[in-house]
C-alpha cells in the first residue's frame, strides 16, 4: 500500500514561523542577557528581560519580513 502525503500549507510556508522566530530570539537573546550578568555581575533580572524582549522582537520582525519576501 502506497502512503500517500497530505499537506495543506504550500512548501516554504508555515504560519507559526514569526512566532518560532519570537521564540527562538527570546530564549538567545535571555541567554545572552544572563551570559553579560554572570560577566559583569550587575544589573540583575533587568539585563535578562531586556535582552530575551529584545531578541524576541527582532525574530519576530526578521521571521515576518522573510514571509513577505516569499510571498511578493
Request: no cysteine; charged share 15%; net charge positive.
Given at each position: 500500500?502506497s502512503?500517500?502525503?497530505?499537506s495543506?500549507?504550500?512548501?516554504?510556508k508555515?504560519p507559526?514561523?514569526p512566532?518560532?522566530?519570537?521564540?527562538?530570539?527570546?530564549?538567545?537573546g535571555?541567554?545572552?542577557?544572563?551570559?553579560?550578568?554572570?560577566?559583569?555581575g550587575?544589573?540583575g533580572?533587568?539585563?535578562?528581560?531586556?535582552?530575551?524582549?529584545?531578541?524576541?522582537?527582532?525574530?519576530?520582525?526578521?521571521?515576518?519580513?522573510?514571509?513577505?519576501?516569499?510571498?511578493?
Amino acid at each position: 500500500m502506497s502512503r500517500r502525503r497530505i499537506s495543506s500549507l504550500p512548501t516554504g510556508k508555515a504560519p507559526w514561523d514569526p512566532l518560532n522566530g519570537l521564540r527562538i530570539g527570546a530564549l538567545a537573546g535571555g541567554l545572552l542577557g544572563a551570559s553579560t550578568v554572570a560577566l559583569i555581575g550587575s544589573g540583575g533580572v533587568w539585563v535578562v528581560l531586556t535582552g530575551a524582549a529584545a531578541g524576541g522582537a527582532i525574530g519576530y520582525w526578521t521571521q515576518k519580513r522573510q514571509m513577505s519576501d516569499r510571498d511578493g
